[in-house]
């Protein structure tokens, strides 16, 4: 597998593994037994999708060893704060049987809209995070749902500049100005729902272009990802579907048609807003 080379210089596998509702220990240890077989060795969850004591103990029964696994995780919005967020970080690294992971994010952020010290809130989460990295116990840190009005006030205060933000991104929906920023300032763009929560299988113009190409949708949204410079994170726990959103070497979007999808306008997100969210 391929790799993105982080701001700090740590490489990341450049497709990862989507976790989001995964929540039964026999699924997960068969989905992670037939993705490391495959070759995937970049996992991504978060406190909140309350899997990570049940990947701890999949990643140990599927013999694969730590230094070879790269595993995110995220600090959900109840935690957010510093002293919050160096406890339940504790928790995550003790539920997921590891002393370090290899990238923290803040899961969202606070919002103006919800709290009068927003920036404040997320400034502390943002401290707690660099000093966990500064520790050692964290390789890189970053953020997740942040726009550019999040980041701007956070790049201000930070000490560490993040190295990650990941947000939805797929044909049907792509933040254009957040991918601008982030790139801009040296920040990889991973992501979440790189296939529109499967939205993206009935769009004509991705239809015709797997046709094209000889592959499916799905593979056509990661291909168009990472040529986009974009860190995707599909999911799926059946081992046929794992296995294509990896083979996808034998192709190249050509620019005209990496140009057609990029004027897509479906406007089809999965309306979860980081100003709009109820946390
Ligand atoms: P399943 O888990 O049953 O395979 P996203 O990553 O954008 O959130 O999309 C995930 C959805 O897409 C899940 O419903 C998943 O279903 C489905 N999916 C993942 N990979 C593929 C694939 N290669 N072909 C068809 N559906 C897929």
């Avoid at 995070?129 to 890189?140: F, M, Q, V, Y």
């Avoid at 959103?245 to 999808?261: G, P």
Wanted: charged share 25%; aromatic share 10%; proline share 4%.
């Amino acid at each position: 597998m391929e790799n993105f080379i982080l701001n700090n210089g740590v490489s990341i596998p450049a497709i990862g593994l989507g976790t989001w509702d995964n929540r039964d220990y026999n699924s997960i240890v068969e989905t992670l037994k037939s993705a490391f077989k495959m070759g995937y060795r970049h996992i991504d969850t978060a406190g909140f999708y309350a899997n990570e004591h049940l990947i701890g103990r999949a990643v140990k029964d599927a013999g694969i060893r730590r230094e070879d696994l790269f595993i995110t995780s995220k600090v959900w919005a109840s935690e957010r704060g510093y002293i919050k967020t160096m406890k339940v970080f504790e928790k995550t690294i003790a539920d997921l049987q590891t002393d370090y992971l290899d990238l923290y994010l803040i899961h969202w952020p606070a919002s103006p809209k919800r709290y009068a010290d927003w920036d404040l809130i997320n400034a502390e989460t943002w401290h707690a995070l660099e000093d966990l990295h500064k520790a050692g116990k964290i390789r890189a840190i970053g953020v997740s749902n942040f726009w550019v009005h999040h980041l701007e006030p956070l790049l201000k205060v930070a000490n560490v500049r993040p190295m990650v933000n990941q947000i939805e991104y797929h044909p049907g929906y792509k933040q254009q100005e957040v991918v601008d920023f982030c790139k801009s300032n040296n920040i990889l763009v991973e992501a979440w729902s790189p296939l529109g929560r499967g939205k993206m299988f009935s769009v004509d113009l991705l239809a015709q272009m797997a046709q094209k190409y000889n592959v499916n949708i799905a593979q056509i949204c990661i291909k168009w990802c990472l040529q986009n410079g974009v860190l995707p994170l599909p999911k799926s726990a059946k081992p046929e579907r794992l296995k294509q959103n990896i083979e996808i070497d034998s192709f190249e979007i050509s620019t005209s048609d990496m140009a057609q999808i990029n004027a897509l306008d479906l406007g089809s997100s999965s309306g979860e807003y980081p100003d709009e969210v109820g946390f």
